[in-house]
């Protein structure tokens, strides 16, 4: 892990997922890179997500892959937390990228419909 501190670390990540409607969507090594770590293992893993909740950020799958090719969705938008929530409380398997991909393209419409004077397409 780096020296910097994981706030300051996750402030440009915050700052990226607001500038897209606050819905981004990375894969793990993104996330892995940013903490400084070598491998995303378990315990890497479990800290990424530890992070992102402190950071304010939800983050879909509910569980951080272990597998550094595998895309997340990150959510800083209020009004799109609550769907990722509904999401992640739905307790179904855990979902494949195509998955992701279908909830991601939900949700940046979601973002965009909440985010005042900007369209879906512009989003």
Not at 6 to 31: H, M
Not at 48 to 65: D, K, S, V
Request: charged share 25%.
């Amino acid at each position: 892990m780096t020296n910097l501190t994981t706030t300051s670390v996750y402030a440009s990540l915050v700052a990226t997922i607001k500038e897209k409607n606050g819905v981004l969507q990375v894969d793990v090594r993104r996330l892995r890179d940013l903490l400084g770590a070598g491998r995303t293992g378990s315990t890497v893993a479990r800290t990424i997500e530890t992070e992102l909740a402190r950071a304010g950020i939800l983050h879909f799958p509910p569980t951080i892959p272990t597998s550094q090719d595998r895309r997340v969705v990150l959510c800083t938008n209020p009004m799109v937390k609550m769907v990722i929530e509904n999401l992640r409380a739905a307790d179904v398997e855990e979902p494949t990228d195509a998955d992701i991909t279908k909830a991601l393209v939900t949700l940046e419409l979601m973002a965009a419909a909440f985010s005042p004077g900007q369209t879906a397409e512009e989003a």
